[in-house]
């Protein structure tokens, strides 16, 4: 089957903090933003898809907290590049600013993960005989 939305589409969205389904932006409401919208405003698309949907984009903000940035501050820290009092500071700042550095993209990162395993499930990418009147599920 061919689809509208292809995977590589999927990652260029994702990466850029598009709507995966439209490539429509900005996903996060005007004058806030950490709240996303409950739907794509252009194409409809729920992006809270259900309760607790949002632990992968916590567990994907962690993982890039520690392993892209914790883990190579303890290494240059144990080869010698960091003082003590460096290592420290920067661990400190980088496990609280981080995450909230990083907050707009893990929620974008993991809506694209999502649709990029699943991409037949993205609206777009049905077909358009399906009239089942469920675009998300
Ligand atoms: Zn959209």
Redesign the pocket.
């Known amino acids: 089957m061919q689809m509208k939305v292809t995977r590589a589409l999927i990652l260029q969205r994702g990466m850029r903090n598009?709507?995966?389904?439209?490539?429509?932006e900005p996903l996060f409401r005007p004058g806030k933003p950490f709240v996303l919208h409950r739907e794509?405003?252009?194409?409809?698309?729920k992006l809270e898809r259900e309760e607790g949907f949002f632990l992968g984009a916590m567990a994907l903000n962690y993982g890039v907290t520690c392993f892209g940035f914790l883990l190579p501050t303890a290494l240059l820290w144990y080869a010698g590049v960091l003082s003590d009092a460096l290592a420290i500071g920067l661990a400190l700042a980088g496990a609280l600013l981080v995450p909230v550095a990083l907050y707009r993209s893990a929620r974008s990162w993991q809506l694209m993960l999502y649709y990029f395993f699943l991409p037949e499930h993205l609206p777009a990418n049905r077909p358009a005989t399906d009239e089942s009147g469920d675009q998300n599920g």
């Open positions: 598009c709507c995966p389904n439209c490539g429509g794509c405003p252009g194409c409809g698309l």
